[in-house]
Structure formats: C-alpha cells, structure tokens
C-alpha cells in the first residue's frame, strides 16, 4: 500500500459516503475507481476525502465477484481493524470514518467497458454512464471515528468537529 506523507497542516474537510462493503474494499483492498453518476467540482481534485460507511451490509453487493475475490486474497495484509469488523460485526462500521484517500482525478468511463478494469462498472444507476474517480493513497484508520450521519453529495463537508476528528486520526494512522 503507497502512503504520502503528510503535512501536519494537512486537513481533512470532506467525506464520501460509501455502502459496505465497498467502502472497507476502497480503504484495503487496492478498491479504484469509485463508481458514480457525475464528477466531482474541481475544488476538490489532488484532494483528501475521508472514507464514510453510511449503512449496514448490502447483501446483493458482499456477493459481487470482486469482493469475493478480496476477502479471499487480503488475509495476509498486516492491517486487520477494518478486517475484522467488516467480517465479524459489520453493524459496528456503520457511520464511521474508516480511512482517507485522495481524489486524483475523474472521467467518463470508456464505451465499452475499456477503462478501468475490474472495479470500474461501465454505467451507474439505470443505464447512465459511470464516471470513474480515481483514488489514490489510500489510509486506513487505526481506529475508525464517528459515527456521523452520512450525506449524499460526493464529497459533502464535515462539521467542524468532525473534521478535527477526523484529520486527527489521519495523522495518527498515515505515520
Ligand atoms: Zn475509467
């Protein structure tokens, strides 16, 4: 796993908000692009966006055949928290923080699915094209912080708090 060092001003101010299991697949299981319907502002490119577990398990996706294959392929990563939550006590997950990455860039996803392998879905939703955000240095949190309420916008701001909180615990697990 590639880390950046960070600045000890670097802040985190946004969040994702990312269904199970992909979010804990984003954090440790090398999980880019991320699949959605419209890019993000410019303001946020090069940025770090926390990595916000909005709800319990999506059964439909835990079958998904790229999870499949990381669950089995990850037993040997050094980092277990996440790991473990997400295999045992999912619910536990559930508004938490789990990690940060950078929002490296984004484009439409190719006709015919030549972009992107693996994680990258050629539409989202009913029918409309993916656009693909890639992700980059991905930190997973030692301890996973919140819960907070999720939000829809991608990315949406954190409170104050929140986002101490948050930055604080990035600081803590990028090290
Ligand atoms: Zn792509």
């Not at 908000?17 to 319907?37: Q, Y």
């Not at 938490?96 to 879905?121: E, K, N, S, T, Y």
């Not at 693909?132 to 309420?149: C, E, K, M, Q, S």
Request: aromatic share 8%; glycine share 10%; charged share 25%.
């Amino acid at each position: 796993m590639t880390t950046t060092l960070a600045s000890p001003a670097t802040r985190v101010t946004r969040a994702m908000s990312v269904r199970l299991p992909w979010s804990p697949a984003i954090i440790v299981g090398g999980k880019t692009p991320e699949n959605r319907g419209r890019m993000p502002g410019e303001a946020h490119r090069g940025k770090l966006v926390a990595v916000h577990v909005p709800t319990a398990v999506t059964p439909a996706a835990v079958r998904d055949h790229r999870i499949t294959r990381w669950l089995q392929c990850h037993h040997t990563q050094v980092w277990t928290r996440i790991r473990d939550l997400f295999d045992r006590e999912p619910e536990a997950l559930k508004g938490m923080v789990i990690g940060v990455v950078r929002f490296a860039g984004w484009h439409h996803a190719l006709p015919g699915g030549f972009c992107c392998p693996d994680w990258g879905d050629r539409e989202y939703g009913s029918g409309r094209p993916a656009v693909h955000i890639d992700l980059a240095d991905p930190v997973p949190f030692r301890t996973p912080v919140g819960p907070f309420p999720g939000k829809l916008p991608v990315p949406w701001k954190l409170g104050d708090t929140a986002a101490d909180r948050v930055t604080d615990e990035y600081h803590r697990s990028v090290r």
